[in-house]
């Protein structure tokens, strides 16, 4: 049993089914190349700006991607769990660094090939190549298929998904504290100050959220009830485009 087989046996089933076929013909001259490691939450896996050099296959846990700005505001944009790929899109397109900081949100198990490794073994593999282009193909669909519904969500629609990702982003205890300002909730969703404002107090009066001074709160119960306008409106909306 070599070192891959030793660690994916360690996987849940569906996991182990798909490393072992995607790794079905990696080249056994290129298993030194693997490494593994585990995390603690709050590692710093990459940060923006590092050389993207490495892929990293996210086999348990959960990573959070942030970015920076300038004024020293952090915003957490997206998570992601496993099998995901760090690095791939960078290989396959030539990029010289990551675009964004890359946090482990929970205890992770990361395995690690150099990004030269992975494209030389994408390079001989057909099978395992097109395995990694459906996925990515299916990742670019569905961020392109939610994008354009987004486009068509009311003020609504757009603040209590905004909601949603914040719970999803931020939440500890079952619960959630939004202390962005309404101006900045207003630039993030599209819409204006007084669309904000309007829809947040129907929110409130509704029972969705609570609010204290400009503190928006909103418990799991609430998230559930938001999440599912949410992917009622979705629904709605891709039937009608």
């Known amino acids: 049993m070599n070192i891959l087989e030793n660690f994916t046996a360690l996987l849940e089933a569906s996991a182990q089914d798909q490393v072992n076929k995607l790794f079905a013909h990696f080249p056994e001259a290129f298993m030194p190349y693997l490494s593994f490691k585990e995390y603690a939450a709050e590692h710093v896996l990459l940060r923006a700006y590092d050389k993207a050099e490495s892929i990293c296959f996210l ?120 202390e962005a300002s309404r101006q900045q909730i207003a630039d993030e969703i599209g819409f204006s100050l007084k669309t904000v404002q309007r829809n947040l107090k129907g929110l409130k009066e509704s029972g969705l959220i609570q609010t204290q001074g400009r503190a928006i709160s909103l418990d799991e119960s609430q998230y559930d009830k938001i999440v599912a306008l949410c992917d009622a409106n979705a629904m709605q909306t891709m039937e009608e485009l």
């Open 59 to 178: 086999l348990a846990g959960q990573v959070r991607a942030i970015k920076e700005h300038e004024n020293g505001s952090v915003y957490s944009f997206a998570r992601f769990e496993p099998l995901y790929l760090f690095g791939e899109f960078e290989a396959f397109a030539g990029t010289a660094v990551f675009k964004s900081t890359l946090i482990c949100e929970t205890d992770c198990s990361i395995m690690k090939m150099p990004a030269e490794i992975f494209l030389q073994w994408m390079g001989g593999d057909a099978k395992a190549l097109f395995l990694r282009t459906q996925s990515i193909t299916q990742q670019l669909l569905e961020q392109t298929r939610n994008e354009r519904s987004y486009l068509f969500f009311s003020g609504k629609e757009r603040l209590l998904s905004y909601l949603a990702a914040e719970y999803r982003k931020n939440h500890k205890n079952k619960s959630c504290i939004i």
